[in-house]
Each structure stands twice: as C-alpha cells, then as structure tokens.
C-alpha cells in the first residue's frame, strides 16, 4: 500500500491567518482526498483533489476557505485560510491506490491543528 | 445514499474478554464495508473489509467482522481484547461510484487490565 508523509503534524496559530499543509505520497495516485476530524468527531471529506482539475468540494466547504493544490501525481496541498477557533480539528490527506477491490483508503498521519 | 451508524460511543472490556463494537449499514446495491483503527495523535490504520463472500472477515491484529445481510450490520469482534487494543474504531462503508468513503461517528474502545 501507499505510504503518506504529511507535514506538520501539528501547529498552533493565530485567527485570521493561513496555514498550509502538505501530503507526499510514495506512488503515483489518481486522486487524493481531504478530510477534517473535528474533536471528538467523525471524518468529514472535505474535497477530492485530482491532478490537472480543479478539486472537487464537498457541500459546506468552499475554495476560498480551503483552496488545494494538486501540481502532480504524487503531492497535494490545503490551505486553511482565514483561520479562526473553530478551524482547530486534525486533517488528514488520504490516497485510494487499489480502485474498487483495494483496501480502501491509506491515510496521512494528520495535522492537528490548534486556532487560537 | 450510503451511510453507517455505530451505536456505541464507547465500549469497555476487561482484557481477556471477548469485545464487540458495533456497525450497521445503509446502501445501494452491494455494500463495499471497512473497518479501521485510529491510535492517539496517530492517522486512520486499515484492519479489515468485506467486498464479496464468506461473511466472517479476518483483519490485522487478530480482529474479525461478521458481515450479516439480514441484519445490515457489519460488527468488529476479537475473542480476547488486549490492552493496546483500546483506540478509536471507525466503521466506513464505500460509496456507489467507489470514490468516497463514508465514515461512522467512532467507538472509543477502553481495554482495562
């Protein structure tokens, strides 16, 4: 299966401003997916990033609160923007390598990050 | 529209027992089930799934799922629970078009000495 390195693993920061977080996945993937984990609280998928398109973004999330790059195969950014109290969660980048019959998702370490 | 609803919060057994933590479903067409693990300030671990046939399902670490179509359940079993078992359990099924995952709300399970 694929393995993600995703930086940081956590950071502190301030309202109003921006963080970006990476994902670095060691095979070529077709599609990456984004997904926030508010504290105590399921996985929400917050877009799918596809290389050469626009990502695709789930309903309640919008591109100028979370704009995502995909610039090749094997990497994917998302920038939080505009940051406030209630941004704090852990997001976590994730890869389906397999299609239909794999193992479904292999997931990044995640980035717990702190709003203050 | 696929969903999955587990029940229970949290689940506490006493180590050596046998655990169950529970998983029901709702699908169009065939269901596409995962389990998965999440340790503190860790990422989600992949443990098991059913795809198609036998309906008892062995994953990682001595964890098995027994599919059950009647019931649209799909619940995570271990005859004997360890104490570095106690993490948070998702159930996930897959969507139709095989694109997104849709989670459960998790069960904390607390193995005590």
């Known amino acids: 299966s694929a393995v993600i390195s995703q930086k940081p693993s956590r950071d502190i920061c301030q309202r109003g401003t921006s963080l970006t977080i990476q994902c670095q996945v060691d095979?070529?993937?077709?599609?990456m997916f984004w997904y926030r984990q508010q504290p105590g609280q399921s996985l929400t998928l917050i877009a799918t990033a596809n290389q050469g398109s626009e990502a695709t973004y789930e309903s309640g999330f919008v591109i100028d609160k979370f704009p995502i790059s995909r610039p090749n195969l094997t990497f994917s950014t998302l920038t939080v923007s505009n940051m406030s109290p209630e941004d704090s969660s852990i997001y976590l980048c994730s890869v389906d390598p397999g299609g239909a019959r794999s193992d479904g998702y292999t997931f990044g370490s995640g980035t717990r990050l702190t709003v203050v | 529209a696929q969903s999955v609803a587990q029940p229970e919060d949290q689940v506490n057994v006493a180590e050596g027992n046998p655990l169950t933590v529970k998983c029901t479903y709702s699908v169009s067409g065939n269901p596409y089930l995962f389990w998965y693990v999440q340790y503190p300030n860790r990422g989600l671990q992949f443990l098991l799934k059913?795809?198609?046939?036998?309906?008892l399902v062995k994953g990682s670490y001595g964890f098995e799922a027994e599919f059950n179509k009647s019931q649209t359940s799909f619940h995570l079993k271990k005859p004997s629970a360890l104490v570095s078992d106690s993490a948070l359990y998702f159930c996930a099924v897959r969507g139709y078009n095989f694109n997104k995952f849709y989670f459960g709300s998790g069960t904390k399970l607390n193995v005590k000495p």
């Open positions: 095979s070529q993937v077709t599609m």
């Open positions: 059913y795809i198609t046939g036998d309906n």
